[in-house]
């Protein structure tokens, strides 16, 4: 069964400090994988997006990392900021069809204390 | 920011009633969604759209329709509301398939049915 499992389900951390958020998935085959950050009461927005053959990419404080041969990718939020309190939600897409079914996380909620 | 807008943004309603969930997009995308997320959960697919006059049912089965005259407008309409229907339903476009570019979301209409 395709799945994305995100941990962990909640993160409360000091502004100024940095942290990893994960996603595991289960997802074959496989096309990409995006993070998204939901602000409460917000629809997702883009952050980052790699396919197989990209192992980091940045934006700004954001860097995600992929692992295709442990199915694995992390969040790496550095120096937080109080507009970093979020859900982060891990969505990856198969090849299997030329629509590129999408299958999505429950989201990592991080809120960041001043 | 990407321009997509839906409205309302909070609606309470009584069980029984017809309700529409607007939304419309500025950037000319052909390919629409509409999501549903409810707290702590992932998001489903319930409907998109390829084109105009162009509408599937998504991966979660829901009893609204959606229409597809205009490529800037994607409403979904309940016929008749019940408490089961209380969720956020997300609205969101892409330049191509959903597994080929990211997708723009609104920023949301949250249901409440009574």
């Not at chain 1, 629809?43 to 295709?68: C, H, Q």
């Not at chain 1, 990718?73 to 299997?96: E, F, M, P």
Request: charged share 20%; proline share 4%.
């Amino acid at each position: 069964k395709n799945q994305v499992e995100q941990s962990p389900q909640s993160l409360i951390i000091l502004e100024g400090k940095n942290c990893t958020l994960q996603c595991n998935y289960t997802v074959s085959p496989f096309s990409n994988l995006r993070w998204y950050k939901q602000d409460t009461g917000r629809g997702p927005v883009s952050l980052t997006i790699m396919t197989f053959s990209e192992n980091t990419k940045s934006n700004g404080r954001y860097t995600a990392t992929l692992d295709a041969d442990t199915k694995q990718s992390s969040l790496h939020i550095t120096a937080s900021q109080l507009s970093d309190s979020a859900s982060y939600i891990c969505v990856v897409s198969d090849r299997g069809s030329t629509l590129g079914r999408l299958y999505f996380g429950r989201g990592t909620q991080l809120t960041v204390w001043p | 920011e990407a321009d997509i807008y839906q409205t309302p943004r909070y609606l309470v309603i009584g069980t029984g009633k017809k309700i529409t969930l607007e939304c419309s997009q500025t950037m000319g995308h052909d390919k629409m969604y509409w999501y549903q997320q409810d707290p702590g959960m992932e998001l489903h697919l319930i409907h998109y759209s390829y084109g105009v006059n162009s509408t599937e049912k998504g991966d979660l089965s829901s009893e609204s329709t959606v229409s597809r005259i205009r490529t800037e407008h994607f409403p979904l309409t309940l016929e008749s509301a019940r408490p089961s229907h209380t969720s956020q339903y997300l609205c969101a476009s892409s330049e191509r398939g959903q597994g080929g570019s990211p997708l723009h979301f609104g920023n949301g209409t949250r249901l409440t049915v009574t």
